[in-house]
């Protein structure tokens, strides 16, 4: 018999920074990154409870230190690796402390309900429109 995932209530097993030091969640959600220099829109491409992958219209320098600010929440972290893409460039971040997995879920949750909070802010728009409230 194959062992049960882990809940969301276990513990949080202790982790290494690295590459694949954890599992990714793939998502496709807005976010900013703030460093000291700007802020720039983003899409989180994908989150693990060690770092990030984003996607932003200019690459950032290796060592750029900054946060995600998405869902309520500030991840704190360096860009350890960036690559260009076609219109945009893919970045890599290690975050400073590993989030815990109640974080990862949040997160999760907010982008299983993004989609949805857009279709009703956009039904709400058109609705306030038709009725002349502008």
């Known amino acids: 018999m194959a062992p049960e995932p882990p809940s969301a209530d276990a513990p949080d097993e202790p982790v290494t920074a690295?590459?694949?030091?954890?599992?990714?969640?793939?998502?496709?959600?807005?976010?900013?990154?703030?460093?000291?220099?700007?802020?720039?829109?983003?899409v989180?491409?994908?989150?693990?409870?060690?770092?990030?992958?984003?996607?932003?219209a200019r690459p950032l320098?290796?060592?750029q230190s900054g946060y995600l600010a998405l869902a309520?929440?500030?991840?704190?972290?360096?860009?350890?690796r960036s690559?260009?893409?076609?219109?945009?460039a893919i970045n890599a971040m290690a975050f400073d402390e590993p989030?815990?997995?109640?974080?990862?879920l949040r997160i999760r949750s907010f982008a299983?309900?993004?989609e949805l909070r857009q279709s009703h802010a956009l039904r709400e728009?058109?609705?306030?429109?038709?009725?002349g409230e502008s």
């Open 83 to 88: 690559e260009r893409g076609e219109g945009m």
């Open 61 to 63: 320098a290796v060592g």
């Open 72 to 80: 309520k929440m500030e991840l704190f972290g360096a860009i350890v």
């Open 125 to 131: 728009q058109v609705r306030r429109w038709v009725a």
């Open 18 to 42: 690295g590459r694949r030091a954890a599992a990714r969640l793939r998502l496709a959600v807005p976010a900013k990154f703030v460093s000291i220099c700007e802020t720039q829109d983003c």
């Open 112 to 114: 299983e309900s993004f």
């Open 44 to 56: 989180l491409i994908d989150v693990s409870r060690t770092g990030a992958r984003v996607a932003l």
């Open 99 to 104: 989030i815990c997995r109640e974080e990862v």
